[in-house]
């Protein structure tokens, strides 16, 4: 064994001596080294790979499909970044979309609401100027018959026969002579005739609605408040002239005249010299009533009222007449008139011995006696002029403006009587992947409301088994009616449409109230309801029905950006903060302050304990109290949020999207971890959620003060701040500290 050949065993650094004479320092390692320290390289290599693709790769994968483009699209839009969340995190998520989405309408708002009804519109409009085909159902062919007549109208208004409306006119009672002192005010026959016509509510609204005690049951006729406001005034910031009734009534006489010229087609023109709203404002005594009718109307009222009490008609006499012989409503002889021709079995009960004990509801007594009480004190002349304004209006709307007179008038029209037939452009509008994401959604939803009951530690036991059998029994409809064809033909199997315009929206008015009024007498089956047909699948909106214990997301709410239908390629994180928080809300509706107290079947019944009803009340005390007073700063303007008018809505937002965010933790948990979004891959999956949700309610409204002073939702950034605000799962996602402004110190106030 050599010199050298001695140091590689143990493995020691030799030298050796170059040919120049320059020292070589070597290592040499003995091969068993060599062979671990080449494994133990590999292993950690692999090792490492195992974790980057376990671990570090799977939470920066990201999607880079069309929906998930979309989707980051949408966001990033949005999202002012210079803003920190835990700040303000609806100026976060939507502090850009004003400057990135200028106004869609000429109405000085745009949101996502307004720019999906505007592209529905489209959609609809290309729909009803097809030509017919022979597979659609004959409500489709009605439909564009109605439209197609109302266009030629617009064209040749001077060949428009208005003698069917005036004919209404005489039967109502509104003659030449109706001003004249000599002529008296018959108001009940009037205002049923009114109704019937033109479906207008004067001084109080009566309309249908389920039997509280037996949901299943036919429908009860249902007397409540007439929400008036004093529009004109409002619209056109205008202050009347200073002159009294004697001056003014001339204008009425004249106006009236002109209206009489324009039905029986004398004189075209003559109608534009004078406008309602001019009418309107021409004495300050007709103007001062408009608004004490609108403060009593609007009044603040608790929300307990909103339960409705079962009264007989002599009940309901006995309640209005508040005044002696002074002022008496008849309220026998204007149910009789209003159901004289359009249900002939409840005008038979009426014109009976029966007729003291037939059953109505009735909704906040005190406010339609107070609102008696001030038409007992005011001159018949100020009456007759209100009634008359009104209708006028409604004419007017309707077909005396030339320029409201054209094709988007005819198109509101058509949308509004015919709702149901233009749904049915949207037909195809849901794939069958969607409908499956959607069922999954729910039922990931319901599972999410019985786990937050099953933890509440405020109910007792048996409270909770009667929620989680209410939410068992609780039905949901989805974009459209499953045997959309025959749920169409049904609906408008009697209305006949014909060349005649003004007789088509007589015609479509009438049927459409015997259409209602018919369930006076008819028992519904809700085990073989498809669809509720007084849903329009065309309104970017969502509804609850406590009656049915059931909620419908219409199709055109099921649209991009709030939601994306290609869910095999889309993220679901998305969905679920949006559309999922929308499911969550109307789903919480069935557990709100008022919906609470009607059982699985929709009866109204109190099924809560005592001690879980006290618990209940306390914590919706502590929402009232959060959210009243809060003040909202729009263009100059403020809008104070009112706690208690707002009460269910808040409650709904918060529940829903409680139980849409942990749906979606159960997603991931089923399906695994999603990827994420392009352009937002530094947001986790929790906080896309999050953006989501606050996303839907970006928008710009420059006079949503003016208008919504009475409004039961909050405004939207109150909707963003305060609702995430109050959920220590956004605080968790998005680290937010104890004490910044979205997760402040103060109670969180959790109902469930």
């Known amino acids: 064994m050599g010199f050298e050949e001695h140091f590689e065993e143990k493995g020691i650094s030799s030298f050796t001596i170059s040919k120049n004479g320059n020292v070589n320092i070597q290592k040499k390692y003995n091969k068993k080294r060599i062979s671990i320290s080449i494994l133990t390289v590999i292993a950690i290599f692999l090792a490492s790979i195992f974790i980057y693709y376990s671990y570090i790769r799977s939470e920066f994968t990201v999607c880079q499909s069309k929906s998930c483009l979309q989707s980051a699209v949408t966001l990033i839009n949005c999202m002012n970044e210079t803003v920190e969340p835990c700040e303000d995190f609806y100026e976060f998520a939507c502090g850009m979309f004003e400057t990135n989405y200028p106004y869609y309408s000429d109405k000085n708002k745009n949101g996502w609401y307004t720019i999906i009804s505007l592209k529905l519109k489209k959609t609809v409009k290309k729909f009803l100027n097809k030509e017919n085909e022979k597979h659609e159902p004959t409500a489709v062919h009605k439909t564009r018959k109605f439209y197609q007549v109302c266009l030629n109208s617009t064209k040749d208004q001077d060949s428009i026969n208005y003698d069917p409306q005036w004919d209404i006119l005489k039967k109502i009672g509104l003659n030449t002579d109706y001003l004249n002192d000599s002529v008296s005010l018959e108001m009940e026959t009037i205002l049923a005739r009114i109704g019937v016509y033109f479906n207008q509510n004067i001084f109080f609204s009566i309309f249908f609605q389920y039997d509280p005690r037996n949901s299943s049951s036919h429908l009860l006729l249902a007397i409540d408040r007439s929400w008036e406001s004093n529009e004109y005034k409002e619209r056109n910031n205008t202050k009347p002239n200073n002159v009294n009734i004697e001056e003014a009534l001339p204008k009425f006489s004249e106006y009236f005249n002109l209206l009489v010229d324009k039905l029986l087609n004398r004189n075209q023109a003559c109608t534009k010299k004078l406008t309602v709203e001019g009418l309107v404002n021409t004495t300050n005594e007709l103007v001062h009533f408009r608004e004490e009718l609108s403060k009593i109307s609007h009044e603040s009222y608790n929300i307990r009222k909103n339960f409705p ?152 036991d048996e409270t909770k088994n009667t929620a989680l059998q209410k939410l068992a029994n609780m039905k949901t409809y989805f974009g459209y009616p499953n045997n ?57 909106n969502a509804y609850y029905d406590h009656a049915m214990n059931a909620f419908v997301i219409p199709v055109s709410i099921l649209q991009a950006p709030l939601y994306f239908n290609e869910n095999s390629d889309g993220i679901q994180a998305f969905n679920y903060g949006n559309t999922g928080s929308t499911i969550g809300h109307e789903l919480s509706h069935g557990f709100d302050n008022i919906n609470r107290l ?35 700063v729009n263009h100059n303007s403020t809008y104070v949020v009112n706690g208690t008018l707002t009460l269910d809505e808040n409650m709904a937002d918060i529940v829903g999207l409680k139980e849409a965010y942990y749906a979606y933790l159960r997603y991931v948990e089923i399906h695994g971890q999603e990827p994420r979004l392009p352009g937002l891959e530094r947001y986790s999956q929790e906080q896309l959620f999050f953006l989501a949700y606050a996303n839907q309610f970006c928008h710009y409204d420059e006079n949503a003060i003016k208008f919504d002073i009475y409004h039961r939702h909050s405004p939207y950034v109150v909707r963003v701040r305060e609702v995430l605000s109050l959920l220590p799962e956004f605080a968790k996602a998005w680290s937010c500290p104890i004490g910044t402004p979205m997760n402040p110190k103060k109670d969180k106030c959790q109902i469930w």
């Open 309 to 460: 009490d079962v009264i007989t008609l002599r009940e309901l006499e006995e309640l209005t007449d508040t005044t002696g012989d002074k002022f008496k409503f008849n309220w026998t002889l204007y149910l009789r008139e209003f159901t004289r021709d359009i249900q002939p079995k409840v005008y038979e009960i009426l014109t009976s011995e029966k007729a003291n004990n037939y059953e109505l509801i009735i909704y906040d007594r005190d406010r339609l006696s107070k609102i008696f009480l001030f038409l007992s004190q005011t001159p018949t002349i100020i009456l007759k002029m209100h009634i008359l304004s009104r209708v006028v209006a409604h004419l007017e709307y309707r077909l005396l403006s030339g320029e409201k007179f054209n094709s988007e008038h005819c198109f509101s029209l058509t949308n509004k009587f015919f709702y149901m037939a233009t749904g049915y452009s949207m037909r195809n509008a849901l794939d069958n992947n969607s409908k499956v994401a959607l069922n999954e959604m729910t039922d990931n939803i319901k599972w999410a409301f019985k786990k937050i009951v099953h933890e509440t530690s405020w109910m007792d």
């Open 484 to 540: 959309y064809d025959n749920v169409l033909n049904n609906f408008f199997e009697n209305l006949n449409v014909t060349d005649n315009h003004i007789a088509n929206l007589i015609s479509i008015q009438m049927f459409n109230t015997k259409r209602l009024w018919k369930y006076l007498t008819e028992d519904r089956d809700w085990n073989d309801q498809t669809w509720i047909v007084q849903i329009d699948p065309t309104e970017v």
């Open 598 to 632: 009607y059982n699985e079947l929709g009866n109204l019944v109190n099924w809560w304990t005592n001690k879980s009803d006290e618990e209940y009340t306390k914590r919706a005390n502590c929402l009232i109290n959060r959210y009243d007073g809060i003040k909202v």
